[in-house]
């Protein structure tokens, strides 16, 4: 067996840490997404390609609920998101605080930065863990460093949103997700509103946290992100994963004609821009 076939087995071997199961989803009279079953496991990086419109993003926002799904369900951690079952196995949906406390174990990271813009970086990375967590400011703060720090932005601690340049602030937004401690990042089309030259700031830290094991869901445009960092490439496809594996096969020798012409697609599109 070799390393890679090993490190697999050992994460399955551990089982699950999301648990998808025939989730569906639509807006009117539009079917987002059809019936999607799909397991990640602990440390797993997976990233989900597709063109725009094809659901990438409803899916990634059911997994914390910011988009409450019509059908099925979102295991984490071995917990339903958005309800529970009572003591006669009636489904009830969660309250607020419930609903909190399972999403404070997903951090997630969107296009757009949305720091606070009258708060320094060291502000808007120790907000939500004193407020939310209750975390001590002290620890805070010297959390809020370390992982500062660690996107290379120590130095801006006592900055304001509107003086770091694109790249840096969505650094920024990496660091207060990760403030949050948790066991789960999800990434939408995080480099997609950023100019060329930052993307590879904010694609470094990244791969950094994949390399340290943390379990990450992706949806980008990156491929050449997802084909050194993921360890499973999914292609969306009209609310459907049409095909999934490694990048290796994925990216490589795709099964569906849709897949190898949206990937056609996106290497002109790419050439074109380099």
Do not use: W
Request: charged residues 25%; positive net charge.
């Amino acid at each position: 067996m070799d390393q890679a076939s090993a490190l697999r087995s050992d994460r399955e071997s551990a089982g699950p840490i999301i648990q998808l199961r025939n989730l569906s989803k639509s807006f009117g009279q539009l079917r987002v997404l059809r019936d999607i079953n799909l397991d990640v496991y602990p440390g797993e990086v997976v990233v989900f390609i597709g063109a725009s419109g094809s659901g990438k993003t409803t899916l990634l926002r059911c997994l914390n609920y910011l988009t409450p799904f019509d059908s099925g369900s979102v295991i984490i951690d071995g917990e339903p998101m958005g309800h529970r079952y009572d003591e006669s196995g009636r489904k009830v949906h969660d309250r607020s605080n419930a609903l909190c406390r399972k999403r404070s174990r997903i951090g997630m990271v969107f296009q757009h930065f949305n720091l606070f813009p009258h708060m320094t970086v060291l502000q808007n990375v120790i907000e939500a863990p004193v407020l939310i967590k209750k975390m001590p400011r002290q620890r805070a703060v010297a959390l809020a460093r370390d992982l500062l720090k660690k996107v290379g932005l120590l130095d801006k601690v006592d900055e304001y949103p509107s003086r770091l340049s694109g790249g840096q602030q969505q650094r920024v937004a990496i660091a207060r997700a990760l403030a949050m401690e948790p066991k789960i990042m999800l990434f939408d089309e995080v480099t997609s509103s950023l100019d060329p030259e930052l993307v590879g700031e904010v694609l470094d830290v990244m791969k950094k946290l994949a390399a340290e094991g943390m379990t990450m869901v992706v949806v980008t445009h990156e491929m050449e992100f997802a084909r050194d960092v993921a360890d499973r490439v999914c292609f969306v496809d009209q609310g459907v994963v049409l095909e999934q594996g490694p990048p290796s096969e994925i990216l490589v020798n795709p099964k569906h004609e849709r897949t190898r012409s949206f990937l056609r697609r996106m290497l002109r599109q790419q050439g074109e821009g380099s």
